[in-house]
């Protein structure tokens, strides 16, 4: 057996031979403004999930230089993400620990389990696994997820102690809060949101009006978040804010992470593995479509079972430094490929920058107020909200709307992880239940062609020995009985019927179960008398059919056209016994 080459495992291998001075320069820069962006992103991450500071920026040094080695994308930006960090938060709240340390090994060994599974499913190849989750329903949890990220982060922009993991126990102790209002954290966290919500919009174009070339004002928009963060920091130092209730972050330590372990205690991984299959597969989800949109921009590929490698490298390595899980992020991935990142080295840079940050740049951070970070993040947030995916699903399809909707509701009053469930088992569902019932259409042949359709949507013609019908779905174990059902009440109903066609043009595949149906179809209309066909059947689906006995028993015969059914079954379109004037006598 043929080994496949090393660079299938290892994408730097392929990149990396053709990398070159302007490679390099052009991943420089976009490791600068992606560094920038992350320090504080880092920061408040780590503060969602409810950990110190100082693991935000430990997340972001050694799983951005394993994806490096491992990722197939050219542009992803791995690191802390709002959605996965607050799942962090609520899988080690379960736990009901009260010591930091244990709530920080809790998080290590959470990156541990969750890089094991990616990395499991990737090198058994089981990139497909995100096709079980349906678009609307993980935009519906993402949607929620944003409110219940933006809502917890109200307390730190009040300055109040409000608890609570889901909208229904947040919002009523934020009330019952709201006259222990912190003055100076308001005034911060209400100017550092307002400030953070104008950069997006308003800081590039006045950048520009003062003549700053448009890259540079980009660049200039894009560090608005440090802006925030070096402004209240000066400005909680200046006039001693922590004295007067403002939470600051306190001291970080000063060095690269250390090498760090996962617990290896039953108990303990027992309480987080559905958490970190849960964090796995909607961070795997939420980084490959990121991947997929960017690499399709540049005509590049990704694989998805590398990406599993990829990111599964990547929560080991945060594990083993003292992290907490991390994927692929959206804002950070855009600003990358928009800074014109060339290969996953810009990753690697970035761990550089992040990893200077930490030696130089941490007891700057004492000051820092918690409020600002807040604000940080729920205009990171607020971005993923999507409440038009609820008008779009109600227009399009109820079924859909119905799963939107209830991961949407399950999420904010429930929880993420039952949230992500519900999601998770929906989408399923949903795939179940789309698929079995699936659709049949009776066909008749349009006048002058060889060409057939809906007798229900066109003008068509048909025989009345004969009924056609076309089944536009794969046939397995959910759906074969309803095939057999719809086929034997529609020939109770026509009393002339001698022959019952199904066209398999949509067919891909007839499992087990369907292929038992189709025999004892055969069989009950032959007790009638009614012989059974088949027409346009894949080469697959054949193949697979002549292992069986089924087409020895078929009572009819297998056409490679429908045409051809509708010559041999009755006369020929261009037939005289069909031409009503010339039959005529």
């Given amino acids: 057996m043929t080994l496949p080459p090393l660079s299938r495992y290892l994408p730097i291998l392929t990149w990396g031979r053709a990398y070159t001075r302007d490679t390099a320069t052009a991943d420089l820069v976009a490791a600068v403004i992606v560094t920038i962006m992350l320090i504080p992103q880092s920061l408040a991450y780590a503060l969602l999930a409810g950990l110190p500071a100082e693991m935000g920026l430990y997340a972001s040094i050694l799983p951005l230089v394993a994806y490096a080695i491992f990722g197939s ?68 949890f993402i949607t929620a997820s944003g409110v219940l990220i933006a809502a917890s982060q109200l307390k730190h922009i009040l300055g109040v102690d409000a608890e609570g993991e889901t909208l229904i126990k947040l919002v009523p102790s934020l009330i019952a809060h709201l006259g222990q209002v912190n003055i100076p954290t308001l005034t911060i966290g209400a100017a550092a949101t307002a400030f953070l919500f104008w950069v997006r919009k308003g800081l590039k174009p006045l950048l520009m009006s003062l003549g700053i070339p448009h890259k540079l004002a980009e660049t200039g928009a894009k560090a608005g978040p440090v802006v925030a963060v070096v402004a209240t920091t000066l400005a909680a130092w200046l006039f001693n804010l922590g004295d007067h209730g403002v939470k600051l972050v306190g001291e970080v330590p ?107 740049l941490t007891p700057l951070l004492f000051f820092l107020p918690k409020a600002t970070l807040a604000a940080t993040i729920i205009v990171a947030v607020l971005g993923l909200v999507d409440v038009s995916i609820l008008k779009k699903t109600w227009i399009y399809n109820k079924v ?52 057939f359709r809906n007798i229900h949507r066109h003008k068509v013609d048909t025989l009345p020995h004969v009924l056609t019908l076309r089944v536009d779905e794969s046939l397995y174990f959910v759906n074969a009985r309803f095939l057999e059902e719809y086929v034997l009440n529609r020939v ?56 069986s006995r089924f087409l020895d028993d078929l009572s009819g015969q297998v056409f490679l056209s429908q045409y051809d059914a509708w010559c041999a079954l009755g006369p020929c379109p261009d037939d005289p016994r069909d031409d009503p004037i010339a039959a005529a006598p």
């Avoid at 992880?417 to 519900?422: K, L, Q, R």
Wanted: charged share 15%.
């Fill in 492 to 547: 109770a109903e026509c009393a002339d019927l001698r022959h019952v066609v199904l066209m398999f043009p949509a067919v891909n595949d007839v499992d087990i179960s369907a292929l038992e149906t189709l025999e004892e179809l055969n069989t009950r209309l032959g007790e009638v008398n009614i012989t059974l066909h088949l027409t346009e059947v894949k080469g697959p689906v054949m193949d697979r059919l002549k292992r």
């Fill in 73 to 140: 994308s050219r542009t992803l930006a791995v690191g802390p993400v709002a959605v996965v960090s607050l799942m962090t938060a609520a899988a080690i709240g379960q736990l009901g620990l009260s010591d930091p340390g244990d709530i920080a090994l809790a998080a290590i060994t959470l990156a541990f389990i969750s890089g094991g599974i990616l990395t499991l499913l990737g090198v058994l190849r089981l990139g497909f696994i995100a096709n079980f989750l349906s678009h609307p329903v993980i935009a519906g």
């Fill in 400 to 451: 859909d709307f119905a799963a939107v909707a209830a991961t949407i509701v399950l999420t904010l009053t429930l929880g993420v992880e039952t949230g992500v469930s519900a999601g998770v088992l929906l989408s399923i569902f949903l795939h179940l239940y789309k698929t079995s019932k699936p659709h049949v259409a009776e066909v008749g042949l349009v006048p002058g062609t060889h060409h």
């Fill in 254 to 360: 000063t060095g690269l992470p250390p090498l760090s372990a996962p617990s290896f205690d039953l108990t303990m991984w027992g309480a987080l593995l559905l958490p970190a299959v849960l964090i796995s597969i909607i961070g795997f989800v939420e980084s490959v479509s990121v991947a997929q949109t960017l690499a399709a921009r540049r005509r590049q590929r990704i694989d998805p079972d590398q990406e599993l490698i990829g990111l599964g490298t990547s929560n080991l390595a945060s594990s083993l430094s003292g992290g907490f899980p991390v994927t692929g992020g959206f804002s950070r991935s855009v600003v990358n490929f928009d800074a014109g990142a060339e290969t996953p080295a810009a990753g690697a840079y970035t761990a550089v920058g992040i990893a200077v940050a930490t030696l130089a």
